[in-house]
């Protein structure tokens, strides 16, 4: 397939993509648009509630398989938008839009990719592209729903924007619901046990804490208090305080040590975690896509955004055109460069690695 024809026709389906809302759970109308556009490449796809999938067509369940994926979802568009967020709009080299950074951009690169080597016979890897949904609200029918359904997947390609450097690792994610317990009492009265006080050194250990093991690629445990609640009149006061702590998980631990050393530490009535299963991430540097993309003049790095990595229990790398400093930002951009480049890094890294 030629190059340019891919990108144009990639850059196309962004802008569709672009002006169609996709909030997470709210995905029919582009996942019909991603159908539309395998339907044009005359290539054999599935649809599973709003994840559209696809595999190569000379595909050997004795091979490997290779997982290439980005999700099409997004958030919703933030106040401080200037420019129509549902409008695709090319301006000095940008395209504008919700979601053309994060992940539309990685999304329609990895799907020209797909296309690419549609047609490949005899090669090393079998190839899978799933175009996921939920991945910005973590929802029960993303790319977590697909992994009964799909293919065995050995390695992964996770398309988001890393301005097409190799995020070889990834933090994970552990959100808690903590409760610092007082007792609740008229204001006018002395109450020695108000849970309001009783939360400011908890908040100072939440401040301090620190994990003893530290990554290499990921660094330590970020543990961030993001959000309080507590009272709702000004001459009462509340019977308890209830926090929300948001740890990001390096790859030194698993998100359920987290959660025991926490519940054994923290000085509060309860923490509760959310939900274990979004994990870190990591693959090799020996892995031969590393290896590949180094070779053509990648960085590696790890990254402290959470994915749709987090669901896999293969190794995986994050790479995408794109900057993650855009995503959730107003006005959110991709160049129109950045996607040619993407294409075609990703075609000449999978080159290297799954052509014989």
């Given at each position: ?58 595909f050997d369940p004795k ?14 568009p933030n106040s401080g ?276």
């Amino acid at each position: 397939m030629d190059t340019t024809q891919n990108t144009q026709e990639a850059i196309l389906l962004l802008k569709q993509l672009i002006a169609t809302p996709s909030f997470s759970s709210e995905e029919a109308a582009t996942a019909l648009l991603i159908e539309q556009w395998f339907t044009k490449q005359k290539i054999a796809y599935h649809r599973t509630v709003n994840n559209v999938w696809a595999i190569n067509q000379f595909f050997d369940p004795k091979k490997p398989t290779l997982l290439l994926n980005s999700h099409h979802d997004t958030v919703k568009p933030n106040s401080g938008y200037t420019k129509n967020p549902f409008e695709a709009i090319e301006e000095d080299g940008k395209l504008y839009g919700l979601g053309s950074n994060d992940a539309g951009g990685c999304l329609v690169s990895l799907l020209a990719t797909f296309a690419h080597f549609y047609k490949h016979k005899e090669l090393r890897y079998n190839l899978v592209m799933v175009a996921s949904a939920e991945e910005e609200s973590s929802g029960p029918n993303g790319l977590n729903s697909m992994l009964s359904i799909l293919p065995k997947i050995d390695v992964a390609i996770v398309g988001e924007p890393t301005l097409m450097n190799l995020a070889i690792a990834e933090k994970g994610l552990v959100v808690f619901d903590v409760l610092v317990k007082g007792t609740p009492s008229h204001a006018a009265h002395p109450n020695l046990d108000n849970a309001i006080y009783k939360c400011i050194p908890v908040l100072d250990w939440f401040q301090n804490f620190q994990f003893e093991k530290d990554s290499e690629t990921l660094g330590p445990v970020k543990m961030t208090v993001t959000q309080i609640q507590a009272g709702k009149q000004h001459n009462a006061v509340p019977a308890d305080v209830k926090l929300v702590i948001d740890v990001r998980v390096n790859d030194a631990y698993t998100n359920k040590e987290i959660v025991t050393i926490l519940q054994e530490s923290a000085p509060c009535d309860s923490m509760l975690p959310r939900s274990t299963n979004l994990n870190s991430s990591a693959i090799s540097k020996e892995h031969q896509l590393v290896k590949a993309g180094l070779a053509l003049g990648r960085t590696t790095y790890g990254s402290p955004t959470l994915s749709d990595q987090s669901v896999l229990s293969c190794p995986s790398l994050k790479l995408g055109p794109g900057d993650s400093t855009r995503s959730h930002s107003a006005d959110e951009f991709i160049y129109l460069d950045e996607l040619k480049e993407g294409i075609e890094i990703y075609i000449e890294l999978l080159n290297r690695v799954i052509v014989k």
